[in-house]
Each structure stands twice: as structure tokens, then as C-alpha cells.
């Protein structure tokens, strides 16, 4: 099967469940977890979960908890060949779930700290037939150029390549053309609703119609990732699949779209078509927001 190499962000997650809306200025009862994160380190720990071979690009700190990070990963299957960083720590996230929905407070931490070189040199020693990047290293300066790096190599090494959007708030502060602008002419981009529509232009044209914008602009195939709504697939001729979501109690939605993206993955790099890649996606996010953590 093909390796894929997932390059992106490692921390550490502090969830915390919510009984109810964050009470200001008083106590707030809540049920609070230390967990793995980071995007790229869940979507890589559910592909290994599905039987895909991986490598994960990323740092942490030269810590106990960078240590930890690494322990979790590779016990989980994911190969980690970057060093820990002496001179950041570990990334953490603060993650508040209440009511199907999470709000995240980000310290990235030894993230920001990616080495072109490094990336460069362990992408081209890995073996891989697939490069997933995590938008995360893109939307910070620190960072960027690091993912820039590993385009150009996957491109360089004749990778199929796909870009998770990662987060609406950090995609605006770059703005739309911009990012579109590095990920031109890769093979697969996702994005959840609020991100798709900053990335089309704005508006509220229905996403399957988003999608097909992005996708004849991109030259890639997009899907859409639209929580209890399913999930869409544009390809860049026009061609659209859809999915109904899969009903699920949720619990704790961190990492749904991270499990989304590696059901999908695992589908496609297996030679399924959309249809069959978005129920796939959709059966894996659903049993992700099941349980706390972001994790398999």
C-alpha cells in the first residue's frame, strides 16, 4: 500500500467537555483530558489506524511532553524521523467542546519552528507515494516556508499531494487568493463550509456550487466537509458527489474532520471513487466525535 507522509502540527490537547456555555467570571464544571493532537498528527494516527503506512513531518519540543507526543504516535504505527527542538516546547491546545461545537486556544509551540531542509530531505527519505499537508504550516510566516518546501519536493518527486484548508480564522488573515496561490495544481484539497466560502470568494452560494469554483480554479478535486450536512465532492470538470452524514452522539467533536480526511485518504489511495471515498469519510468522522480526544 502507499506510504503517505503527513506534514503539519504536533501538540498536546487539553480538552475539556463542557457541561454547559462558559459561565464568564465563575466556575464552568466540565470533564478535562490530556490527549495528542494537532491536525496532522490525528489525520496521521487514523491512517495508520486504517492500515496505511505513515509518515509524520513534524516537531516538538525537546520535552516530557514532546516525548510523550512521539511515544503515542509510533506506538500507534506513525513513523517520526524530524529531532525534537531544543529552543521551543511543545505546542498545546486548549480545546472548549460544548454542544457539538469546539472552540481552540493554540500555542504551536515547536510548529513554527519546521526546517525547510529537513522537511525537504525527510520527505525525499521516506519512501512515500503521497504527500498530505496540513494547511496549519502555510497560514503562519514562521512556518511557511517549510510548506511551501514540501510542495515543491512532492512536486519534485512526482507526488500525488492533498491540502486540508485547516481553519478559517488564521485562512482569512492570509486571504483567499493567497493560499489558493500556493496550492494550485495539487491533486485534492479539503475545507470545511466556513473555510470552502472564504476560499471561493465569499457569498452564499450553496457549497456543491463552492466546490466547483474551487476545483476548476485549483485544477484539484474538493471536497467540502460539512458536518451533520455530509459532505461534497467537485471535481474540475464539474462532476459532483455528495454524502449524508452518518447520525452519531457526539461527544467531542475535536478531530472529526481530521478522521474524515484519512477515511477519505485511505479509500482513495486504495483506488475508490468519490461515492465510495466520502462514505468512508463520513463512517470515520462519525466515529470520531464519539469519544474525547482526537484520536483513534
Given at each position: 500500500?502507499?506510504?503517505?507522509?503527513?506534514?503539519?502540527?504536533?501538540?498536546?490537547?487539553?480538552?475539556?467537555?463542557l457541561a454547559g456555555p462558559p459561565a464568564p467570571d465563575t466556575d464552568t464544571a466540565a470533564a478535562i483530558?490530556?490527549?495528542?493532537?494537532?491536525?496532522?498528527?490525528?489525520?496521521?494516527?487514523?491512517?495508520?489506524?486504517?492500515?496505511?503506512?505513515?509518515?509524520?513531518?513534524?516537531?516538538?519540543?525537546?520535552?516530557?511532553?514532546?516525548?510523550?507526543?512521539?511515544?503515542?504516535?509510533?506506538?500507534?504505527?506513525?513513523?517520526?524521523?524530524?529531532?525534537?527542538?531544543?529552543?521551543?516546547?511543545?505546542?498545546?491546545?486548549?480545546?472548549?467542546?460544548?454542544?457539538?461545537?469546539?472552540?481552540?486556544?493554540?500555542?504551536?509551540?515547536?510548529?513554527?519552528?519546521?526546517?525547510?531542509?529537513?522537511?525537504?530531505?525527510?520527505?525525499?527519505?521516506?519512501?512515500?507515494?503521497?504527500?498530505?499537508?496540513?494547511?496549519?504550516?502555510?497560514?503562519?510566516?514562521?512556518?511557511?516556508?517549510?510548506?511551501?518546501?514540501?510542495?515543491?519536493?512532492?512536486?519534485?518527486?512526482?507526488?500525488?499531494?492533498?491540502?486540508?484548508?485547516?481553519?478559517?480564522?488564521?485562512?482569512?488573515?492570509?486571504?483567499?487568493?493567497?493560499?489558493?496561490?500556493?496550492v494550485r495544481g495539487i491533486d485534492l484539497l479539503l475545507a470545511n463550509a466556513d473555510e470552502a466560502a472564504?476560499?471561493?470568494?465569499?457569498?452564499?452560494?450553496?457549497?456543491?456550487?463552492?466546490?466547483?469554483?474551487?476545483?476548476?480554479?485549483?485544477?484539484?478535486?474538493?471536497?467540502?466537509?460539512?458536518?451533520?450536512?455530509?459532505?461534497?465532492?467537485?471535481?474540475?470538470?464539474?462532476?459532483?458527489?455528495?454524502?449524508?452524514?452518518?447520525?452519531?452522539?457526539?461527544?467531542?467533536?475535536?478531530?472529526?474532520?481530521?478522521?474524515?480526511?484519512?477515511?477519505?485518504?485511505?479509500?482513495?489511495?486504495?483506488?475508490?471513487?468519490?461515492?465510495?471515498?466520502?462514505?468512508?469519510?463520513?463512517?470515520?468522522?462519525?466515529?470520531?466525535?464519539?469519544?474525547?480526544?482526537?484520536?483513534?
Amino acid at each position: 500500500m502507499t506510504r503517505v507522509a503527513v506534514l503539519g502540527d504536533l501538540v498536546t490537547d487539553v480538552v475539556a467537555v463542557l457541561a454547559g456555555p462558559p459561565a464568564p467570571d465563575t466556575d464552568t464544571a466540565a470533564a478535562i483530558r490530556l490527549t495528542g493532537g494537532g491536525q496532522a498528527a490525528n489525520t496521521a494516527a487514523w491512517l495508520a489506524w486504517h492500515g496505511v503506512p505513515v509518515t509524520l513531518l513534524a516537531t516538538v519540543g525537546a520535552d516530557e511532553a514532546g516525548a510523550a507526543r512521539l511515544a503515542e504516535l509510533r506506538a500507534a504505527g506513525v513513523d517520526c524521523p524530524l529531532p525534537p527542538r531544543p529552543d521551543a516546547p511543545t505546542g498545546t491546545v486548549i480545546v472548549l467542546a460544548e454542544g457539538g461545537r469546539r472552540t481552540m486556544v493554540t500555542d504551536r509551540g515547536a510548529n513554527l519552528l519546521l526546517d525547510p531542509d529537513e522537511v525537504a530531505l525527510a520527505l525525499a527519505a521516506a519512501g512515500v507515494g503521497h504527500l498530505h499537508l496540513s494547511g496549519y504550516p502555510l497560514l503562519d510566516d514562521r512556518s511557511r516556508p517549510a510548506g511551501l518546501r514540501a510542495l515543491a519536493t512532492a512536486r519534485e518527486l512526482g507526488l500525488t499531494v492533498s491540502v486540508d484548508a485547516a481553519s478559517a480564522a488564521p485562512l482569512r488573515q492570509v486571504g483567499g487568493p493567497a493560499f489558493r496561490s500556493w496550492v494550485r495544481g495539487i491533486d485534492l484539497l479539503l475545507a470545511n463550509a466556513d473555510e470552502a466560502a472564504m476560499l471561493a470568494g465569499g457569498g452564499d452560494a450553496p457549497p456543491a456550487d463552492q466546490a466547483r469554483t474551487l476545483a476548476a480554479d485549483l485544477g484539484a478535486a474538493v471536497v467540502v466537509k460539512l458536518g451533520a450536512a455530509g459532505a461534497v465532492w467537485a471535481d474540475p470538470d464539474g462532476a459532483v458527489s455528495t454524502a449524508a452524514a452518518v447520525a452519531a452522539a457526539v461527544v467531542d467533536p475535536t478531530g472529526a474532520g481530521d478522521a474524515f480526511a484519512a477515511g477519505l485518504l485511505a479509500t482513495r489511495l486504495a483506488g475508490g471513487d468519490p461515492a465510495a471515498c466520502l462514505k468512508a469519510a463520513t463512517a470515520a468522522g462519525a466515529r470520531a466525535v464519539i469519544a474525547v480526544g482526537a484520536r483513534p
